[in-house]
């Protein structure tokens, strides 16, 4: 009773907030226009390589962003928090920079624990050294309902993984304008996610560095643009070059 109210829940935010439905291993997900990953049938939110530190690092910096990812990483997460209420949240890779000058502020910490309270949280990262001490359970891997969530894909040929760590972007022609900007991709069998946190220009999911995990062909990407994820056909999928 519980799974089919989250699932008519989950539709009806489908309409209301600009996701997209995918489908992975007979299972259904909503993709949030924050690049988070919702699960309804696990009340599960998912998210990629937060990097909260890294934005800690760059405030009152004169740093010029990419412009789909104007809005903090602290934000995307709080709306996709707000949005569907999940009991457990899954952070893939990278969720926090290294280096020691790129330490959470103490109002973002508060902000960031605000959010943790009352939820089952996992850091699923393979550098078991990079999480401050903020709660959670850090983990190398998760498995929930058959699904393999690890911080970065397994180079071999696997099934039910959902991972981060490539920082994906699709680049598309929209009205003869190259529009370039975050995506989630799979090959049907597994997936990975947008970063919601990182800064740079991101992986073009035609790069090579795709090739072991999704093969070359038969990729399914949602693009995030103008607060919406659509789903883009293959062969609108564009390598880079100048917009």
Known sequence: MLAATLARDATALLHDSGASRILLGGKSFVADPSGALYWPAENTLIV???KLSQCSYL????????????????????DAIDRYDPLRVVALGNSFAVHSSCALAHHQRDWLQDMMEGRDWYWVTNDLTETPDVGGTLVPQLVL?????????????????IAGGLHPVAQVSQYGHLVRGRCFVSNGMRMVLPSLGDYSAGNNVLNTAFDPLLGQGGLYVWFIAHERVNPVASPQLMEDRAA
């Open 48 to 50: 990629a390589d937060l």
């Open 145 to 161: 309902g058959g699904v393999k969530f690890r911080g970065e894909p397994v180079r071999a040929p696997i099934a039910n993984e």
């Open 59 to 78: 405030e009152g910096e004169d740093v010029v962003l990419p412009p789909y990812d104007q809005t903090s990483a602290f934000e995307k997460l709080e």
